[in-house]
T-cell receptor, first 116, second 113 residues
């Protein structure tokens, strides 16, 4: 089973709202990722968690706050977003990177976020 | 220069055609290489990993040339269902146990009847 699930599928929020995106996997992966994808662009990495600890933050604004409560779950807390933050937010997971390994990342279906 | 470069296309081909996509990457320390497929408004799905010896999966053949930092994907006997965007993806090791995928901008394929 290579399934990564994400909720909600769609989200519309105002600029003063607080919302959370959720991601779950049961493949035993210890690396989890958040990506942002705008239309006709490739996914852009936002955050990486390894062993439930934040290992990469790609200079993402603080209005995006990730959280990894356990090895299966990954959340992205949203607060005071801007209209330009509207995008498809993708979660992915993989086994941990080891030099010489080839660990594929598996993506969830994404949350399509619209900020009004 | 982008880290991973692809011809954006679109490639418009008839059913049954053979089509080839190319990709170049700039970081010679890149660890692993992949082709992902992405349908409109869907998530990227792993199509295949790419190995130095070349590998084949049904109608799909991937090749890697590390010396030239070049990756290719060949699709034979194209089907209508092959219409999608094909993303060339390179994995680099950022730190111990943490890696990063670098995506090309994708090549759009449209197969017509």
């Amino acid at each position: 089973d290579t399934e990564v699930t994400q909720t909600p599928k769609h989200l519309v929020m105002g600029m003063t709202n607080k919302k959370s995106l959720k991601c779950e996997q049961h493949m035993g992966h210890r690396a989890m990722y958040w990506y942002k994808q705008k239309a006709k662009k490739p996914p852009e990495l936002m955050f990486v968690y390894s062993y439930e600890k934040l290992s990469i933050n790609e200079s993402v604004p603080s209005r995006f706050s990730p959280e990894c409560p356990n090895s299966s779950l990954l959340n992205l807390h949203l607060h005071a977003l801007q209209p330009e933050d509207s995008a498809l937010y993708l979660c992915a997971s993989s086994h941990l990177a080891l030099a010489g390994g080839s660990y594929e990342q598996y993506f969830g279906p994404g949350t399509r976020l619209t900020v009004t | 220069r982008k880290e991973v470069e692809q011809d954006p296309g679109p490639f418009n081909v008839p059913e049954g055609a053979t089509v080839a996509f190319n990709c170049t990457y700039s970081n010679s320390a890149s660890q692993s290489f992949f082709w992902y497929r992405q349908d409109c408004r869907k998530e990227p799905k792993l199509l295949m990993s790419v190995y130095s010896s070349g590998n084949e999966d049904g109608r799909f053949t991937a090749q890697l040339n590390r010396a030239s930092q070049y990756i290719s994907l060949l699709i034979r006997d194209s089907k209508l269902s092959d219409s999608a965007t094909y993303l060339c993806v390179v994995r680099t090791l950022r730190s111990y146990n943490t890696d990063k995928l670098i995506f090309g901008t994708g090549t759009r394929l449209q197969v017509f009847p």
